[in-house]
């Protein structure tokens, strides 16, 4: 019983902080996609109750109204014996499906890998995101959105091996300072999850070129 309690303890530790979206690991943007052509750069630090990480994403465009995000970054996991950091990788695409009355709404799926010692976690599934803009696109305004994903995970942590499925809500917005400078600032509520902290944070910048 102690070893079991001991076992879903670290693997929630393990687990702890998933922004998504159209992502795995966060939303970061609002349902508007990159246009086509462009290219998004970004910057994000994460933090909950045992995590701490720093991921970057790259988005890009190659048709209308649809857009590809890559990340990547490493996080430190504070567990019982000690600090553990992780390398992940992720990709995702989104598609814009609604713009009525300045709501945009747009779907899309993800997949990510984290892997580190004795751990390894594949994560994918269905996302949806919907945002609105206030203020032009040529000076300064804001994008609240709200996504939301069903995501499942195959985690294997040291002998053992198990499935997860979540929920997560993703709560944020997008300050635009500036056409090329958006700073970005997120909460993540994640629901019917038994392995992850309950509430996340996340901030960092949006520039696009």
Known sequence: MKRTLLTLATAAALLASRPASAQVYGQYTGAECVPLGGHLFGGYLHASRDFFGLLTQLRLSFYPNVDFGFQGGLTRISLRGGDVTTLRVGSDIKFKVVHARQVDLSLGGALSVE?????????LGPTAVASRTFGGNSGAGITPYAGVGLLFTNAELETREFTDFSMPF?????????????LVAEVQLRASDEINNDIGFTTGVNLPF
């Open 115 to 123: 892997t580190g010692d004795h751990l390894h976690l594949l994560t």
């Open 170 to 182: 993703r709560l944020g917005a997008e300050l635009r300072l500036a056409p090329e400078v958006r």
